[in-house]
DNA sequence: CAATGTAGGCTAATGTAATTAGCGTAATGG
DNA sequence: CCATTACGCTAATTACATTAGCCTACATTG
């Protein structure tokens, strides 16, 4: 039997691949070890199970989020800055849906390493946020507010949640002017301690 | 053997509270049957496919929502809707993780009964924003963006999406505020044509 | 170059879950 | 009371994840 090449790496990808195509709940190791060429079990060399490759895909999606999140925002500040990076979100999440719905994954607390790369898409929204001068409190409150619309715009979008004869696209854009402008008077709320 | 007395309506309950207690994900009719004190099979008596029931299951969470967020709604306008209905959400979705999960499941094109329970969440949704003189492609805009961010925020918050130590609820009640202050200034956005 | 050890493929077997086929009994209506 | 239907069952099939254990390609080393 000649060898296939495999490595972790290859069958990340390939995971990644199938599970923009079929989805991300839809997601076996039958369909990434036909495509690869290999029976299934061959797949057991390289990963320790489904959910740990679910899991290692959410860590390699996540960077690539990160990536993606701060080349649209290096360079700008405020506005700009905000625009960019949502515009960029949700290209990623229509672009690699299965990819995008890994990054959702809230990583396990000892694991660091999924730790870091969900921080490094948060360093982007803060850095985003600081552009706005927010800081401690309120910036927690305004990116989980942030990450909260732009998650639920996306998700309702990808998931046919949009009935109505407009386009998304719109919406978004409208979402994301008003959150700019929510985001000016943001200091200004009530802070209770 | 003596009669069960199930019914699919029965079938349907017992999953709801399966899928709170697992998960909208694990739900399993293995599941369901073991705590039904029947055998698996039985369970095609009353319902054609686990599909299927996932579909009745969404429009009976659907419908229950709908009523939630008109009760909270009924006898409010204005930023007192909004934070009722908002809050109303977020108490569902919470205690009832596995039907709040069923409820995103967007309706087939032709379920015409999946469609009319979907269309009620919204009547509300836009009950709350004609409080605010909201119309229109106004009105669909806001309606997206309202219903985006919070499903976004308890999206987040049930998977442990929020690693910073700050009570979700502090945030939540801001993103709400922040919202009652955008819709405010809602119709002022630019209107593209 | 040959011996050898391991990495990486394989087949076979197990367990769980969904689904279908077909059997037998409880309930019900003439 | 009998016939029909409703409803639960067992048995079998399929798909998938997982584990065990085999067998060979290939790199290393004498």
Chains 1, 2 share one sequence.
């Not at 649209?72 to 625009?83: H, M, T």
């Not at 690699?96 to 607390?109: D, E, I, K, S, W």
């Not at 946020?129 to 942030?146: E, M, N």
Request: proline residues 4%.
């Amino acid at each position: 039997m000649a060898r296939a090449g495999l490595s972790r790496e290859v069958v990340v990808a390939q995971a990644a691949a199938i599970a923009d195509a079929m989805g991300w709940d839809r997601l076996t190791l039958a369909a990434i070890a036909d495509s690869l060429g290999v029976k299934l079990p061959s797949l057991y060399k390289h990963i320790t199970s489904l959910d740990g490759l679910r899991r290692d895909l959410a860590v390699a999606a996540t960077r690539e989020l990160a990536e993606t999140l701060a080349a649209a925002a290096v360079g700008r500040a405020g506005p700009d800055a905000l625009a960019a990076a949502a515009n960029a979100y949700r290209s990623f999440a229509v672009a690699h849906p299965g990819r995008y719905a890994a990054t959702v994954r809230a990583p396990a607390p000892e694991d660091a390493e999924h730790r870091e790369a969900a921080d490094a898409v948060m360093r982007v929204v803060f850095a985003v946020l600081s552009g706005y001068g927010l800081a401690g409190d309120d910036a927690v409150d305004a990116a989980r507010a942030l990450r909260a619309s732009l998650h639920g715009f996306v998700a309702l979008e990808c998931g046919g949640g949009f009935a109505m004869p407009r386009a998304p696209e719109r919406s978004y854009h409208r979402l994301i002017e008003a959150f700019d402008q929510a985001l000016l008077r943001w200091p200004s709320s009530s802070e209770g301690g």
